[in-house]
């Protein structure tokens, strides 16, 4: 790679990192704190402050609970799965929806059979995905994707509450958008377990710097509302920005990551999320775990499931397949 990219194990003072003490108390406080301020703005502060179980069906391979989420008088819904032929308390994966996306019944069902509870919202539900958007009160405050991030963690405080989910093994998924959302979440709030990141490019897992697809300009220009308005200062000036996304995904060491790429995603620059990756992983080495473990040269539709950084990239074009969720599904309930 030409380009110069941040130091991860460097402060912005100039000193070397050598602990894992050290990432969490410097470099990590560091991070966030730029990020915030120049790429996502700040994540809410609103509380879950109650909860309604508003409907209940018994389906074919899972008990369905619909939950409205009180947070401050502010209100959205989850929809969560949980499955009849496993003894409680179960793993549980949360996925965003982008704009009309819907659950899949079919992975559903699969997720079901493998042991997984699962939980759904709408982003549109939270905060709309529109230039002058509406819904939770702090989007006038923040990016759009903070907000959509913030409702990850509302509903984990929900699940601690139920007692059919385990709650110290939940996984957040996202794809496009919503992969960029859940790679911000996921450093926001420790708790989550494991974070996926489907065909996330510009803003999530590609790095800005030396990328052949979506760039500053493109993402700012169609969807600035998305990140903090200080993020379009950045708009053909990527080199100026001080942190890459390689040191987004290192907020979450130790933590297990997914990242997916897709071959017809030229926008998304799949070589960009590979190099991220590779760059992310010396973080991992500071707390005795590996991050990812990819070979040379990458094979399309095989699962690098080794380390604490997982990978795949799939045939076909930007979009998330039952597929990608075997390799989510086969690669949580092997680390659990």
């Given at each position: 790679m030409a380009e110069r990219f941040p130091e991860l194990l460097t402060t912005i003072s100039g000193e070397t990192i050598r602990t894992a003490e050290d990432f969490e108390c410097f470099k990590k406080p560091e991070l966030k704190a730029l990020f915030s301020a120049f790429e996502y703005g700040e994540v809410p502060k609103r509380q879950l402050t109650g909860f309604e179980i508003t409907a209940a069906e018994t389906l074919p391979y899972a008990v369905k609970k619909t939950v409205q989420l009180d947070c401050e008088g502010f209100r959205f819904e989850t929809r969560l799965y949980l499955?009849?032929?496993?003894?409680?308390?179960?793993?549980?994966?949360?996925?965003?929806?982008?704009?009309?996306?819907?659950?899949?019944?079919?992975?559903?069902?699969?997720?079901a059979e493998m042991g997984f509870s699962s939980a759904f919202f709408s982003a549109e539900t939270v905060v709309t995905d529109k230039p002058e958007p509406t819904g939770l009160p702090e989007k006038d405050e923040t990016g759009v994707l903070s907000c959509w991030g913030w409702a990850f963690s509302r509903i984990l405080d929900y699940l601690e509450?139920?007692?059919?989910?385990?709650?110290?093994?939940?996984?957040?998924?996202?794809?496009?958008?919503?992969?960029?959302?859940?790679?911000?979440?996921?450093?926001?709030?420790?708790?989550?377990?494991?974070?996926?990141?489907?065909?996330?490019?510009?803003?999530?897992?590609?790095?800005?710097?030396?990328t052949t697809g979506e760039r500053v300009t493109d993402i700012t220009k169609?969807?600035?509302?998305?990140?903090?308005?200080?993020?379009?200062?950045?708009?053909?000036?990527?080199?100026?920005?001080?942190?890459?996304?390689?040191?987004?995904?290192?907020?979450?060491?130790?933590?297990?990551?997914?990242?997916?790429?897709a071959t017809e995603d030229a926008w998304a620059c799949p070589g960009n999320e590979v190099d991220a990756i590779r760059m992310a992983s010396a973080a991992y080495p500071l707390y005795g775990k590996k991050g990812a473990v990819l070979p040379e040269e990458i094979k399309t539709g095989v699962y690098y499931h080794e380390g604490n950084i997982a990978y795949h990239r799939r045939e076909g074009k930007h979009d998330m397949t039952l597929f990608d969720w075997q390799g989510f599904a086969e690669y949580f309930k092997g680390v659990l």
């Open positions: 499955p009849l032929s496993q003894k409680s308390p179960v793993p549980a994966f949360i996925q965003i929806l982008n704009l009309t996306e819907k659950e899949n019944p079919e992975v559903i069902r699969y997720l509450k139920e007692p059919q989910i385990d709650a110290e093994k939940v996984a957040i998924v996202g794809h496009s958008r919503g992969g960029k959302t859940t790679l911000w979440a996921f450093a926001n709030d420790p708790r989550f377990f494991l974070c996926v990141a489907n065909n996330s490019g510009c803003g999530g897992a590609s790095l800005h710097r030396g169609n969807f600035g509302y998305w990140f903090c308005k200080k993020f379009a200062d950045f708009s053909g000036k990527e080199e100026m920005l001080p942190f890459d996304q390689h040191e987004l995904m290192a907020l979450s060491a130790p933590r297990r990551l997914y990242i997916t790429s």
